[in-house]
């Protein structure tokens, strides 16, 4: 990951987000891990690093080992106000991705990630 300060996000702008994002937004990035990593197994994914190419999340499962999932953003991310921007946008899409409507509430979101099994 890049890390150079003279462009994009700072090493102090990152780690705030890292931190903000594992203390106010876990869901999502369990989330964006289901969609954009494609890794439905997830139970829990937190947020490790980040820079203005993409995120590492560490993701459990509850069978397996935890793993390292790097996902790529659309573009890149010029400051901290753009990076949350940009994963209020992620988060947007990714829930029409599963067809949620804005109406329905967190609850019922997660309900439907579910497998069908655990909805018994």
Do not use: C
């Amino acid at each position: 990951m890049n890390t150079d300060p003279s462009h994009g996000l700072s090493a102090q702008e990152s780690q705030k987000i890292v931190q903000s994002m594992n203390a106010d937004r876990s869901d999502d990035l369990l989330l964006y891990a289901q969609v954009y990593g494609k890794q439905s197994g997830a139970k829990a994914a937190s947020l490790v690093n980040m820079d203005q190419e993409g995120m590492d999340l560490e993701l459990e499962f509850l069978y397996s080992e935890p793993k390292r999932l790097n996902i790529q953003f659309h573009e890149p991310i010029k400051d901290a106000q753009d990076a949350i921007l940009h994963f209020d946008l992620m988060t947007q899409k990714a829930h029409d991705i599963l067809g949620h409507n804005s109406n329905e509430s967190i609850g019922r979101t997660i309900f439907k990630m579910l497998p069908e099994w655990l909805k018994h």
